[in-house]
């Protein structure tokens, strides 16, 4: 939307912008119109009562710290096979410009 007090309005503290804002106006009207269809459609739903502790408090996994560590190992072991060849290269390119 281009009204820069956009995000006055929807906190609340835009005062009368509404009243004089036919856009802001329109789309107050279309987010409460939403909010009443949520409201009733999702009235008889309820979250588990576990849900809350398992979204706060997860049981964390440890597969991507094993991934993590084999992937670091893939990297030193490359970097292990490739370095002394390349410094070989690289002192052989020097010795033969000197």
């Given at each position: ?75 030193l ?12 290269l ?9």
């Open positions: 939307m281009a009204c820069p007090e956009l995000e006055d309005l929807l906190s609340g503290a835009s005062g009368n912008h509404a009243v004089h804002c036919e856009a802001c106006r329109a789309l107050l009207d279309a987010c409460a119109e939403i909010d009443s269809v949520f409201d009733a459609a999702f009235a008889g739903i309820s979250a588990p009562a576990g849900l809350a502790a398992s979204v706060l408090y997860p049981r964390l996994s440890p597969i991507p710290e094993v991934l993590d560590l084999i992937g670091w190992a893939a990297v072991a490359v970097a292990a096979i490739v370095l002394p060849r390349f410094t070989s690289l002192s052989s390119i020097f010795t033969g410009l000197g």
